[in-house]
């Protein structure tokens, strides 16, 4: 079954999107099926593959509100195809009505790992691009994930909001997902000739790197990425032989390694 993983920071500016868009793409270059899901009303995922999210009558909004009223409806039919191998659940403003929608419904925290749980065998990787808040559809994805990459941008406020999303996801292990994992930080948006990234950076790894995985690829500020973006396109199309494109190269290979390193200690621990 699918490893799923949300892309999450309460922090809007972070590099969320083009995180899940290019390391999707790195995936299926590595030949793994990726799924992504567009969890956030703004629709920047959606849009960043091309689509017009005001155009799209089938959206992740749309069917986890079947998913409250139980109407029999398959997931399978808002499925996208990106030329680039990538599937997509898209977003739309369906989407913002969750929230309120999600207060009375049973099981709230869970339904959207309830439509993903019937897709999950028929792809390698799921990866959920998180909306920048910590409300009930960011919940959502976490209790409907396995794990969790955190984008920081290399600049003082966003790496100042960490603590709060250490405690989110802290109560999110308590109470929905105890075995939600986290994966590690990527430091986003990197401009490396300033002092500021690097202060910010050596600030991250004492506080956060005795306890949690800082993956050495380090993704930097990059026009190309988010011309990739406009275009519709992931940077390895765009932009193949960019820094970006590298360094997303680098974090996918980090990534397919923890996954493998994990499933060779489930396993053991299944054994034993």
Same mark, same amino acid.
């Given at each position: 079954?699918?490893?799923? !993983? +949300?892309?999450?920071n &309460?922090?809007?500016?972070?590099g969320?999107? %083009?995180?899940?868009l290019?390391?999707?793409?790195?995936?299926?270059?590595?030949?793994k099926? =990726?799924?992504?899901? #567009?969890? *956030?009303?703004?629709?920047?995922?959606?849009?960043?593959?091309g689509?017009?999210?005001?155009?799209?009558?089938?959206?992740?909004g749309?069917y986890?509100?079947?998913?409250i009223? *139980?109407?029999?409806?398959?997931?399978h039919d808002?499925?996208?195809?990106?030329?680039?191998?990538?599937? $997509?659940?898209?977003?739309?403003l369906?989407l913002?009505?969750?929230?309120? @929608?999600?207060?009375? +419904?049973?099981?709230?925290?869970?339904?959207?790992?309830? $439509?993903l749980?019937?897709v999950?065998d028929?792809y390698?990787?799921? $990866?959920?691009d998180?909306m920048?808040s910590?409300?009930?559809?960011?919940?959502?994805? $976490?209790?409907?994930?396995?794990?969790?990459?955190?984008? =920081? &941008?290399? @600049?003082?406020?966003?790496?100042?909001?960490?603590?709060?999303?250490?405690?989110?996801?802290r109560r =999110?292990?308590?109470? %929905?997902?105890?075995?939600l994992?986290?994966?590690? !930080?990527?430091?986003t948006?990197?401009?490396g000739? %300033?002092n500021?990234?690097?202060?910010v950076? *050596?600030?991250?790894r004492?506080?956060?790197?005795?306890r949690?995985?800082?993956?050495?690829? @380090?993704?930097p500020?990059?026009?190309?990425?988010?011309?990739?973006?406009?275009a519709? &396109?992931?940077?390895? =199309?765009?932009?193949?032989?960019?820094k970006?494109?590298k360094?997303?190269e680098?974090?996918?290979?980090?990534?397919?390694n923890?996954a493998?390193?994990?499933?060779?200690? #489930?396993?053991?621990s299944?054994d034993?």
């Amino acid at each position: 079954m699918a490893k799923t !993983i +949300a892309i999450c920071n &309460q922090k809007g500016g972070v590099g969320k999107t %083009t995180t899940a868009l290019n390391l999707g793409a790195g995936l299926v270059r590595q030949g793994k099926k =990726v799924l992504l899901v #567009d969890a *956030d009303p703004q629709s920047d995922l959606t849009a960043s593959l091309g689509w017009d999210s005001d155009k799209i009558e089938n959206s992740l909004g749309s069917y986890m509100y079947y998913e409250i009223m *139980d109407f029999p409806e398959d997931i399978h039919d808002t499925i996208l195809h990106h030329e680039e191998g990538m599937d $997509l659940i898209p977003s739309n403003l369906d989407l913002s009505n969750m929230e309120t @929608q999600l207060v009375n +419904a049973m099981s709230r925290e869970r339904i959207m790992g309830r $439509l993903l749980g019937d897709v999950k065998d028929e792809y390698d990787y799921i $990866l959920i691009d998180c909306m920048p808040s910590l409300g009930m559809i960011t919940v959502n994805a $976490l209790t409907a994930a396995d794990s969790v990459i955190i984008p =920081v &941008q290399a @600049q003082y406020l966003p790496a100042r909001g960490m603590s709060q999303l250490m405690g989110s996801l802290r109560r =999110v292990n308590s109470h %929905t997902n105890p075995n939600l994992r986290l994966d590690g !930080i990527v430091m986003t948006l990197v401009d490396g000739r %300033t002092n500021l990234a690097k202060e910010v950076i *050596d600030a991250i790894r004492t506080n956060y790197g005795t306890r949690i995985r800082i993956f050495d690829a @380090q993704i930097p500020v990059a026009v190309k990425t988010a011309e990739a973006s406009k275009a519709g &396109q992931s940077i390895y =199309v765009y932009g193949k032989d960019s820094k970006a494109a590298k360094a997303y190269e680098a974090l996918t290979k980090e990534v397919m390694n923890l996954a493998e390193r994990e499933k060779r200690r #489930d396993e053991a621990s299944i054994d034993r």
